[in-house]
């Protein structure tokens, strides 16, 4: 990008992770080229990005795509052109040494008896008596799976992800995020493997270049971009955004950035919007990622709800591709919402844990390794998320600023959905909206 001190645009996308690249390429489809997307780091992609490092490739995180719209699914091949693969999910939860096979309360049959028969008790119980609205998270998992699952694995697992309470938070993300087999089902899955279940029960990874693959594949389609670029301030009254330095004005803003960031970028903020942007809390995941030098026999990835284990997940990235990781090794990410002030600390611990739980053996050796924090990572759904999130959005709005994207947005969401989100901000911003 040409830069002069005083820029005009019509459209200023904050963010270029997939939803700012959604809405941009979106913008471009529709024949408006009047946006400029800008993004502070020196590569696109945001939370979607990859890393090589030596022989190597990481995402931040494991990202795998998770598609079921129709639009996506044909965006994603359009762009990736057969750079694509489909896996059946491979996922586990460890649990008392036994991997029981995701999801727990649809595989009950990987269970030691007694506990199989709590769990089945408690779910058949919850079915008679599930009638009134759920309160809160630990309702919900109660009137859905009953007593048993919910104690030995939902209540653990959940507080340890979220680091809150399911008391303390609401259920508007379940529906999507957890898989709620009927009690039919449930009672077949106590005695036999069931059927895949859940929207992670397939899901697409690229073949080559990691997760990154598509955000590099959508920027190509976006030329009207500014990388290093930092938003500083905005005036939504002037209509003014200070980006490094130099002066952007727009008519209409697209942001992608955490909105409790975005609210303190933004000048004359009324104090009950301060207050809302408060209100949302987040949690923090840091991400060992490391590969040793032994092909380790395949899983994708594996939950640990255990409070004395370190991490709440350990995935397998060099399983989602073979061009990940060379021959004979094998990549891992592993990820702890605990807080975490010494790296070396951690990594002893982590290590440990990993050769209690059978992942890695004594022998093996590390071969790489870094680590990676992920900060916001998770929306917490506590009772002040949706009003807090209303009232923000709405004062933004009036201003001709719209939020997108899972941190935009504030909401426990998906790439698919940025994409989907993208392409209607897009719609809507040019009045084509059906
Ligand atoms: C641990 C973890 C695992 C996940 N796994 C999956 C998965 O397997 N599958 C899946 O579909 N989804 C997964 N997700 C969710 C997925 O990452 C998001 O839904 C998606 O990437 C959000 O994209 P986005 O563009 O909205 O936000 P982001 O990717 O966060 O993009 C926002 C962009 O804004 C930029 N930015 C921030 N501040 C500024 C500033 N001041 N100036 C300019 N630019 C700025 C950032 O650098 C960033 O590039 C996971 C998320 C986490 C945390």
């Not at 030995?152 to 898989?179: A, E, I, R």
């Not at 008519?251 to 809302?276: G, M, Q, S, W």
């Not at 021959?327 to 975490?340: A, R, V």
């Amino acid at each position: 990008m040409k830069q002069t001190e005083i820029l005009h645009v019509h459209t200023l996308i904050l963010g270029g992770g997939l939803t700012g690249l959604s809405v941009a390429y979106h913008l471009e489809q529709l024949g408006h080229t009047d946006y400029l997307l800008v993004e502070k780091n020196s590569f696109f992609g945001g939370l979607s990005a990859s890393e090589t490092k030596g022989d190597f490739t990481f995402d931040f995180s494991g990202h795998l795509l998770h598609l079921h719209h129709p639009y996506a699914i044909s965006l994603v091949r359009r762009l990736l052109k057969g750079n694509l693969i489909r896996h059946k999910r491979q996922a586990f939860i460890d649990f008392q040494g036994q991997r029981v096979p995701f999801p727990f309360q649809a595989n009950l049959w990987a269970l030691p008896k007694k506990i199989r028969t709590q769990c089945l008790a408690g779910v058949q119980q919850a079915a008679c008596v599930r009638s009134k609205k759920p309160k809160n998270l630990e309702e919900w998992f109660l009137q859905a799976f009953g007593k048993g699952i919910y104690q030995y694995f939902l209540k653990p697992y959940n507080t340890k992800l979220w680091q809150t309470k399911p008391k303390q938070m609401t259920w508007d993300w379940c529906d999507t995020f957890v898989p709620t087999p009927n009690l039919k089902q449930i009672t077949n899955g106590a005695k036999k493997k069931s059927a895949a279940l859940g929207y992670n029960a397939y899901f697409y990874y690229p073949r080559r270049g990691g997760c990154a693959a598509l955000a590099e594949a959508l920027s190509k389609h976006v030329p009207n971009t500014w990388l290093n670029a930092s938003v500083q301030k905005i005036d939504l009254k002037k209509h003014i955004a200070l980006i490094n330095g130099k002066t952007v004005y727009f008519e209409k803003l697209i942001n992608t950035l955490p909105l409790p960031h975005f609210v303190k970028t933004c000048e004359n903020v009324p104090d009950a919007v301060y207050r809302a942007a408060r209100q949302l809390k987040h949690t923090t995941v840091h991400v060992w990622q490391m590969a040793v030098n032994r092909k380790v026999p395949t899983f994708h990835w594996i939950y640990f709800p255990q409070p004395e284990i370190p991490f709440f997940r350990v995935g397998m990235q060099s399983a989602f591709s073979p061009n990940l990781a060379p021959k004979g090794t094998t990549s891992f990410y592993i990820e702890s919402t605990q807080k975490i002030t010494d790296l070396k600390q951690a990594e002893k611990a982590f290590r440990k844990a990993l050769l209690q739980k059978g992942i890695i053996e004594k022998q093996d050796k590390i071969i790489c390794s870094f680590w990676r924090t992920l900060s916001p990572a998770y929306a917490v759904y506590n009772f002040k998320r949706s009003t807090a999130k209303r009232h923000i959005l709405q004062w933004l709005k009036r201003y001709n600023c719209f939020c997108a994207g899972r941190y935009g947005l504030w909401e426990y969401s998906f790439m698919e959905r940025s994409l989907l989100q993208g392409q209607n901000l897009a719609k809507q911003i040019l009045g084509k909206h059906s």
